[in-house]
């Protein structure tokens, strides 16, 4: 029962806060245009290159996490993915009358909600990894040196 709670759970965990990413990837392949028109959707610039280096992070992060290997920096940069996509692809408060089942903004106030989730989930993997912790020393020490 101690491996269980104590190396199973963390793993499990991490899994299914990542797992999403890889089939993202797969279908932005997959579905190309589709991944094209909802790239192109917002008021950044850029379209199809911007799916790029969003592939990236969800190929490359979600092992890292699972696998411990650099998993704070990693959780990091994927919850600013996520924060970043939120805001930028799942704006529901543009849509008019978004909170009516039928509307356009409808879905995207969900996706905006799942996405502040997963950051939720990848902040408890920043703080496991020390992430968090090291992060708050150095802005420690960056304040001590204006003190004086």
């Known amino acids: 029962m101690e491996w269980l709670i104590n190396d199973a759970l963390p793993v499990l965990a991490r899994i299914f806060i990542v797992w999403i990413f890889p089939f993202s990837f797969l279908d932005k392949i997959i579905n190309w245009d589709t991944a094209v028109k909802q790239a192109s ?3 950044l610039p850029g379209g199809a290159a911007l799916l790029y280096p969003a592939m990236a992070v969800e190929l490359l992060t979600p092992p890292m996490i699972v696998f411990g290997f650099y998993d704070g920096i990693a959780a990091f ?6 924060v970043v996509t939120g805001i930028v ?5 543009t849509y008019p ?3 009516q089942a039928g509307s356009e903004g409808y879905p995207h106030i969900w996706d905006f909600f799942k996405n502040f989730g997963l950051v939720g989930g990848l902040i408890f993997i ?3 990894s020390g992430f968090i912790q090291a ?3 150095d802005i420690e020490k960056v ?3 204006g003190q004086y």
């Open 41 to 43: 959707s917002s008021w």
């Open 77 to 82: 940069i994927l919850a600013g993915y996520c």
């Open 89 to 93: 692809y799942h704006a529901f408060w």
């Open 97 to 99: 009358r978004f909170w």
């Open 126 to 128: 920043m703080y496991a």
């Open 135 to 137: 992060v708050g020393g």
């Open 143 to 145: 304040a001590a040196l």
